[in-house]
């Protein structure tokens, strides 16, 4: 086993709370193995002879988890963003989303597409992903292997789509199944820390005969769900149509198992539950909400009540939900959290919603929910206290201060608003040195 | 006078109206003097000896006009955006803005903090400004003059605050007048394109007698004046209660001739505007209203009307607020006032709001503001079409390709998504090249 022991120097910043920052500047944190042995103001004796990295005066921070996103749909990143918002399902999605993926039947042009998607993604602040790929097994295979290579924790899903799909891109049911089991058995064991995740991409593209299959598989295999929940008014409503035995569009996943029972899992979106949702949400205990601001604002014009899933004890992480959002800078989705929150807030409060009361996130929160809230899922990750795994990135913001002194708290939230990969100078997973 | 001639080559968008862009690819933009001649897709043969810089395979847009910033701010950017937006008002302003603010009483302050703002400014695409300075008249002079020598085209006002400011941060009444008159003598006619305006802050920081002496100066000199206006709810409260004669807060400056009567007046935000300002805005021909998305997001969390103002047939330009908002890239405000519609559109529908009709504005709207929108305020700018003064910006998007050929008009939208100074490869005000 590796026992490899060093220290990073520098200005430490993490949220073990989602009220505060704990900050050292000038200390240290040190991994032992791949997981993080402590956070100190000077190197106890016993570790006195460590090697060290020094990053003086620059930011630490523990890696991010960005827990939803699509990698294949990176190529369109920042096109479609300001269509018009009552056409978002039938214009984005089928002009950019659908005829994008299709083209990753094509393992060649997989090959370049995932590459530049895993060499972007490596310079940014993200260390863990759940990343959505595409119904096509072998590139789903391809695009594990870069993340894996690249050094990422990550889980992928092969999407399953047996209707509502466009031509050059749809599968039977039993080619659905069988592929995805097929694509299980090869992954499950394959790679340490990059594992599959069952995939139907939402209610309406799969049906129920495949989604009882998929069922079978997470007994079979055990391995963690993802999809889409309750993102727009128009898609609940068409949910309503195809499954108007379910209660609510929630239903449609809990009854197969994929909405945090058996195994973990995470829920894009979650913008309209409604109360019979909320109440079947807050009684499972691994779900995961990904809250996705930047794609929120883009396809409905709202904001996800992230207050009232906090307040009921959901797990909360972020997504930049690339490309209904445009950028893989989960910084971004650190801010706009902040703004999602206080349009909720805002809303909420002049229409006299009961939860309107401090509905709006600090930015501490914000912070909490891409580190810790979304490293969650991986059990300790996204923090610097003892025993997580030790993700870290140094943030260099020399090239963002200003004539006065500012303090660690104050740059961390200015790189928020700020930093780019430009401003990524190294990063560690499970205390690899990846970049 | 300068009768240089030369041409752009490369691809050339712009919006002459808010419809649509007009695209050559491979196209000239020619410049006589210190306006466009035109846009041709080959050059005449009359004009086939001029100098070309050849920009093959860039885009080539108007520059920018950003009509609401404040300078001084720059310090402090992306610092307290996600502070209680119940306590903007009296913590942002008070910790941010204000202490700030104060320190340009040192000239050499405010010399190395505005030659950083101007020098990062000049990299942007932004060509024309409206830019808030602080109460020194001295520290405005040094503002204005490295505006000029950067080659911008801009407004600046030395700030009016003879109530409610800070020890340190404040003036009376005779002193702020004095030293207005005094200001705008000695630089009304000191450089070609950058102008004084006159600014008093806001309404809570002017009182009558100051207004009223504003007013004097305004029929004096006939320069244009800028200030903010309904931008929270609580400092509309405020208006009220320090101005409980005014029937609206908008007249709180249309009594003094500063809401676009005798001269054009820019004001900010316009968030929360009464169906009596409203009424009052509509029938004033000299009004700017200077949108800022990403404020509005920050201090309110919610955004302005915009469809109505522009329905209204009321002026519409895009600001940064630098520093309400956190960058002086203008293409953030660009894609935040998009989103910023959709959010008021979503939120007015559902509330039953009889604007709620495609209240969201498009992205040729959105750009169309950034440029022609605001830039309207100096005449004929923001445009190629012929006599337009000739700013324009090229960027360099090749860092934002994919494997896909994408349009002109799909590059030109995600470079509004993703592009930042690293992707402006060229700038020219007024016929001057100037980066």
Not at 47 to 59: E, F, N
Not at 122 to 137: D, E, N, S
Not at 245 to 273: I, K
Not at 274 to 296: D, G, I, K, Y
Request: charged share 25%.
């Amino acid at each position: 086993m590796d026992e490899r022991i060093f220290a990073l120097k520098g200005t430490i910043l993490h949220t073990p709370t989602p009220q505060a920052f704990e900050i050292r500047d000038g200390g240290y944190v040190v991994c032992r193995g791949q997981t993080v042995e402590g956070v100190y103001d000077a190197l106890p004796e016993t570790l006195s002879a460590i090697p060290v990295y020094d990053y003086t005066g620059k930011l630490i921070i523990p890696g991010m988890a960005d827990i939803h996103q699509h990698a294949p749909q990176y190529g369109f990143r920042g096109l479609g963003m300001a269509m018009s918002p009552q056409s978002v399902w039938s214009s984005w999605f089928e002009q950019y989303s659908l005829p994008e993926e299709r083209q990753y039947a094509d393992l060649a042009y997989a090959e370049r597409a995932y590459e530049r998607f895993t060499e972007d993604l490596l310079r940014t602040a993200t260390t863990r992903t759940c990343t959505f790929a595409t119904i096509h097994r072998a590139a789903t295979e391809l695009l594990m292997e870069k993340l894996a290579a690249k050094g990422f924790v990550s889980y992928v899903g092969k999407l399953n789509m047996d209707r509502n799909s466009i031509e050059g891109l749809s599968e039977t049911t039993e080619e659905s199944l069988a592929e995805t089991a097929l694509w299980l058995e090869r992954t499950h064991d394959r790679y340490e820390f990059v594992k599959p995740m069952i995939t139907p991409r939402y209610t309406p593209s799969c049906t129920r005969e495949c989604m009882a299959g998929l069922q079978s598989l997470i007994r079979r295999f055990r391995v963690p769900t993802q999809s889409h929940l309750s993102e727009g008014l128009d898609e609940i409503e068409w949910v309503k149509s195809l499954e108007p035995d379910a209660g609510c569009y929630g239903e449609t996943y809990d009854r197969y198992d994929m909405l945090g029972t058996l195994v973990p899992s995470v829920q894009a979106h979650c913008v309209f539950p409604t109360e019979e949702e909320f109440a079947l949400m807050r009684r499972r205990a691994l779900l995961w909400v990904a809250h996705c601001p930047q794609s929120n604002f883009h396809t409905t014009g709202y904001a996800a009540p992230v207050r009232r899933y906090l307040d009921a004890g959901i797990h909360v992480g972020l997504g930049s939900d690339m490309a209904a959002g445009s950028t893989l800078n989960l910084f971004r989705a650190v801010t706009d959290a902040v703004n999602a929150s206080r349009i909720y807030w805002h809303t909420a409060e002049r229409k006299g919603d009961p939860f309107a009361k401090r509905t709006y996130l600090s930015f501490e929160e914000s912070f909490y929910l891409a580190t810790k809230g979304g490293g969650s899922l991986w059990g300790k990750a996204g923090s610097f206290e003892p025993g997580f795994w030790f993700d870290a990135v140094v943030i260099d913001d020399s090239a963002l201060s200003d004539l006065n002194p500012r303090t660690p708290r104050q740059r961390i939230e200015r790189a928020a608003f700020l930093s780019d990969e430009r401003h990524v100078a190294a990063k560690f997973i499970n205390g690899r040195k990846v970049l």
